[in-house]
């Protein structure tokens, strides 16, 4: 059994009230989001972080306020989520615009995606819709991400489950049930 784990936008703008574009509450996660990635590189299961990295004067600020300007504090990820994964910088909401990423993931071989960071409905969106295109298993970590809109996470939850994805917290993750469902396990 294979699995690989994707740990989205975990950077300090998005994940602490004095951020540049705080998801409210979203410092919670950081905890959850260390565990897993703890876990992740003491099991050998590939983890890739993905980080907003924008220059000052990035397109994307006329739509948002500007964040994740590079080098600055608010672009780092809290040094408990660092455990020497691949960190892949992006300038866009939806990773798989990153040529790196589209080539990486499709190589991939791997029987279950587990998704999660900041914020639900935009940058975790895009990479679990992203991988379930692909024809990758996805499980989105249900107390390991945080929307901005509680409509927007449920829309998320909504969208990535009829394509087939599912919804695991991280204590189930942890447990080991990431991996595809045996048909004899009664779970
Ligand atoms: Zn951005």
Same mark, same amino acid.
């Not at 993750?173 to 991996?179: A, E, I, K, M, P």
């Given at each position: 059994? =294979?699995?690989?784990?994707?740990? !989205?936008?975990?950077?300090? +703008?998005?994940?602490l009230p004095a $951020?540049?574009?705080? *998801?409210? /509450?979203?410092?919670? @996660? !950081?905890? *959850? *989001?260390?565990?897993?990635?703890?876990?992740?590189?003491? %099991? $050998? !299961?590939?983890? @890739?972080? =993905?980080v907003d990295a924008h220059a000052e004067n990035d397109v994307e600020?006329?739509?948002?306020?500007? %964040?994740? *300007?590079? $080098? =600055?504090?608010g672009d780092r990820k809290p040094p408990e #989520?660092?455990?020497g994964q691949a960190v892949v910088e992006k300038q866009h909401i939806d990773v798989f615009r990153s040529p790196e990423l589209c080539e990486w993931s499709r190589r991939l071989m791997t029987e279950s995606c587990v998704v999660y960071g900041v914020a639900t409905e935009f940058c975790v969106r895009a990479a679990a819709l992203g991988l379930l295109k692909a024809g990758k298993p996805v499980i989105l970590v249900t107390d390991a991400i945080q929307a901005i809109s509680p409509d927007g996470a449920e829309? #998320?939850?909504q969208e990535v489950t009829a394509l087939g994805g599912r919804l695991l917290t991280a204590r189930e993750?942890?447990? /080991?049930?990431? =991996?595809?469902?045996?048909?004899? +396990?009664?779970?």
């Open positions: 059994m =294979t699995a690989a784990f994707f740990d !989205i936008d975990t950077q300090f +703008d998005f994940l $951020g540049a574009l705080y *998801v409210p /509450g979203a410092e919670r @996660v !950081i905890p *959850v *989001v260390a565990e897993l990635n703890r876990y992740a590189a003491a %099991h $050998g !299961i590939p983890l @890739v972080s =993905t600020f006329r739509e948002w306020p500007p %964040h994740c *300007v590079a $080098g =600055t504090l #989520t660092l455990v829309r #998320t939850f993750v942890l447990d /080991g049930r990431f =991996t595809p469902k045996d048909p004899s +396990d009664p779970r």
